[in-house]
Each structure stands twice: as C-alpha cells, then as structure tokens.
C-alpha cells in the first residue's frame, strides 16, 4: 500500500512568489495535517482538515491557506513567500482524531 | 503560549542499554499525547501514543509512562539499537480553540556501538 505521498519533494521559489503544495492521504484516511518545520526544530501544525472541513489552524498569517478535495488529498497554499518560509513542509493522514498519524516525507521549500 | 518541552537536546547510550526521553507539557488539557522517531530526510514516524485517561502504555521495547500530576511524558527503549539513533519528538493533541498538535523541539538519540 502507499504511504502518504507529498509533491513536489524540492521546489525554489522567490520572495513575493505563490506555492502550492499538494498530499495524498493513504486511502481511508479522511484526516490530513499540515506542518512546517525549520531544520534543528520541531514540526510546527498550520492546519487540520477532516472530512473537507477545517478542524484547526495554527499560528500562522493568513497567507498560509488550505484546503480538502472530495478524495481526501489536500494542498497547502503560501502566498506572498518570505524568505523564512524555508522550511520542510509535512503532510500527515490519520483515520480521524486521536489515531495514528503517518507522514509523508514532505516538500523542501527554499525561498529565494 | 503552550509548548511542549523536552529536557535533553541530545542524548547518548551504549548499545544494550535502556533509554529514557523527557518531555514537559503545560497544556492540561491535552487528551492525547504520541512519541515520534524522525530520522534524516524523512518524515517523522510515529512510535507509541497515550490518551490522558492512561498513565502507561507499552509497546514492542518501548514504554510512554504519562505523569498528568506534574505534566510529564516519558519514552523508554528497552536494549536500544544503533537503529534506535534519531530524533525524537513528543507531541500532545489538544481540541480546545480547535485542534492542534504540538510538537516539542526534539531530543538527539545517539547510540554508541
């Protein structure tokens, strides 16, 4: 079976440019997370959707966006990139709340 | 703000022998609390979770001991391997002002052969 899938793996954008990153759950799964983590730290949640519906948000500006398809896979929207939203950026699904949660091995996002 | 804390940053065994990773939390009203293994280029991988209505939960060579009376996590390994090597992470899911997960900042598990 395959795991949680991310895409793209690397990507360079520059300051002021739109991204979006994408995740594909493993199948069953109807949870997906977002996080960011900068290297030497720990992964920091942006968002949880469950169902289609956003279930939580973390502390990060409103150009941070997100959203969940009929399929259950999901993208990450960043607009207007700062050069400190480098980062590695995961991906988790679960079956729903307080379940096992499984990575993907996430999107390196250098901005430039 | 919350946070999830961990003790030690880094952390260095002997091959055979147990281990114990410290976490601080100070969000009582977490209800579910998950250990993860992160190794180099890879996502994090999940190891062993504890609801807050538990105060032990074990796995294979790996125990998570919950202390709600002091906020206090725990992960054990039982004869730690060199495959055992990685960072580790605490992490606490909590629902109040909506869902979140927080993540402590990681301890390094070195295991020396």
């Known amino acids: 079976d395959a795991g949680v899938t991310q895409s793209p793996t690397h990507l360079i954008k520059t300051r002021g440019q739109q991204v979006t990153l994408r995740c594909s759950p493993i199948s069953g799964h109807k949870s997906v997370s977002w996080y960011q983590q900068v290297l030497g730290q720990g992964p920091q949640f942006i968002f949880q959707?469950?169902?289609?519906?956003?279930?939580g948000r973390g502390n990060f500006p409103d150009r941070f966006s997100a959203r969940q398809f009929p399929n259950y896979s999901s993208e990450l929207n960043v607009n207007a990139l700062l050069l400190g939203d480098s980062a590695l950026y995961l991906c988790?699904?679960?079956?729903?709340?307080?379940?096992?949660?499984?990575f993907g091995q996430g999107t390196r996002l250098t901005v430039v | 703000g919350e946070s999830v804390g961990l003790h030690l940053p880094t952390l260095s065994v002997q091959e055979g022998d147990n281990s114990i990773i410290n976490c601080a939390y100070s969000n009582s009203a977490s209800d579910y609390f998950i250990w993860y293994k992160q190794e180099s280029g890879k996502g994090p991988q999940f190891i062993i979770d504890i609801r807050s209505n538990m105060d032990k939960r074990q796995g294979q060579r790996v125990t998570v001991l919950l202390n709600k009376t002091v906020k206090h996590l725990s992960l054990q390994i039982a004869a730690t391997q060199p495959g055992d090597s990685a960072v580790y992470f605490c992490a606490e899911d909590t629902l109040g002002g909506g869902f979140k997960t927080i993540f402590g900042a990681g301890t390094r598990l070195f295991v020396k052969a």
């Open positions: 988790a699904s679960s079956l729903g709340t307080y379940t096992e949660a499984f």
């Open positions: 959707y469950y169902e289609k519906e956003e279930r």
